[in-house]
Nanobody, 123 residues
């Protein structure tokens, strides 16, 4: 399963950005999708996640109330609306998807990552 992110860029503090992640491939289902970020010198961290079973969401504490994760199931696309951006939100943002894919008559689990998109928030 391939993931392609878009929507990153440079924005001033207080501004907004919307990230998109499109999933493609053959014979796959998605259990959960999420956004992670990694700032220079720091570990990759989960920002927000959404499940497909009941569209439940969870957020990292520092983004609660500012970021909103959503999905368009028909398009296999996930979004992250980021409002009230802060300089500390600056990072490479990665899309992640987990689920099952049929291959040669078997179902196998997959855990796919996008290439990352840079988000830079200036003060």
């Amino acid at each position: 399963v391939q993931l392609v992110e878009s929507g990153g860029g440079l924005v001033q503090a207080g501004g907004s950005l919307r990230l998109s992640c499109a999933a493609s491939g053959s014979a796959f289902s998605i259990n959960a999708m999420g956004w992670y970020r990694q700032a220079p010198g720091k570990q990759r961290e989960l920002v927000a996640q959404i499940t497909t079973r009941d569209n439940s969401t969870n957020y990292e504490d520092s983004v609660k109330g500012r970021f909103t994760i959503s999905r368009d199931n028909a398009k296999n696309t996930m979004y992250l609306q980021m409002n009230s951006l802060k300089p500390e939100d600056t990072a490479v943002y990665y899309c992640n998807a987990r689920g099952y894919q049929a291959s040669m008559g078997w179902l196998r689990e997959y855990d796919s990552w996008g290439q990352g998109t840079q988000v830079t928030v200036s003060s």
